[in-house]
T-cell receptor, first 118, second 116 residues
Framework: AQKITQTQPGMFVQEKEAVTLDCTYD???????LFWYKQPSSGEMIFLIY??????QNATEGRYSLNFQKARKSANLVISASQLGDSAMYFC???????????????FGSGTQLTVLP | GAGVSQSPRYKVAKRGQDVALRCDPI?????LFWYQQALGQGPEFLTY????????KSGLPSDRFFAERPEGSVSTLKIQRTQQEDSAVYLC??????????????FGPGTRLTVL
């Protein structure tokens, strides 16, 4: 079974500063994928960034980067130069390795509510 | 763009009523997922379709929950005899890939169900 833990229910950051959202995971699979999603108050889950368990480099997507520490089983999201529009709920998620016919559903953490202050 | 759409966006039901929630995935996407998101929680997996085949329904909380995708595109999640604990946001997601480690899921806006 896979498990995602997000220990920060809420975080505050000043506009234009960087912020790190923590995520640790637990799995016995050697191969897996890690995702971060953003959920604004409108409710839609917006994909931010992906990290494969065998990827050698940390993933980056614009202002988002993923600090992947495989030995520690952590996949923290770093948002640089925070903007007011970044205020939202952020979820860390993972999926199991591919096998034919399997669902490969995402397992989500409980989320971190980020508030960007002007 | 033509993303995943869900209808209705909001549904209020009296306890005991049946409800049907619709999901229109992105055209051509093979995989379709349903998730349930309780207030203040992360989404939890309900069921999975690969084309029209329901390959995993291990997350459905009871036999009152039923999902179908008869032609491999639109999917309907039906809840019979709704209970207050069914109140949640129901999210639908679709994915174009069947294999590989990377299978980004594209989510719809969700249906917020409130059972009175």
């Amino acid at each position: 079974a896979q498990k995602i833990t997000q220990t920060q229910p809420g975080m505050f950051v000043q506009e234009k500063e960087a912020v790190t959202l923590d995520c640790t995971y637990d799995t016995s699979d050697p191969s897996y994928g890690l995702f971060w999603y953003k959920q604004p108050s409108s409710g839609e889950m917006i994909f931010l960034i992906y990290q494969g368990s065998y990827d050698q480099q940390n993933a980056t997507e614009g202002r988002y980067s993923l600090n992947f520490q495989k030995a520690r089983k952590s996949a923290n999201l770093v948002i640089s130069a925070s903007q007011l529009g970044d205020s939202a709920m952020y979820f860390c998620a993972m999926n199991p390795p591919f096998s034919s016919g399997s669902a490969r559903q995402l397992t989500f953490g409980s989320g971190t509510q980020l508030t960007v202050l002007p | 763009g033509a993303g995943v759409s869900q209808s209705p966006r909001y549904k209020v039901a009296k306890r005991g009523q049946d409800v049907a929630l619709r999901c229109d995935p992105i055209s051509g996407h093979v995989s379709l997922f349903w998730y349930q998101q309780a207030l203040g929680q992360g989404p939890e997996f309900l069921t999975y379709f690969q084309n029209e085949a329901q390959l995993d329904k291990s997350g459905l909380p009871s036999d009152r929950f039923f999902a179908e995708r008869p032609e491999g595109s639109v999917s309907t999640l039906k809840i019979q005899r709704t209970q207050q604990e069914d109140s949640a946001v129901y999210l639908c997601a679709s994915s174009p890939k069947r294999g590989g480690n990377y299978n980004e899921q594209f989510f719809g806006p969700g249906t917020r169900l409130t059972v009175l």
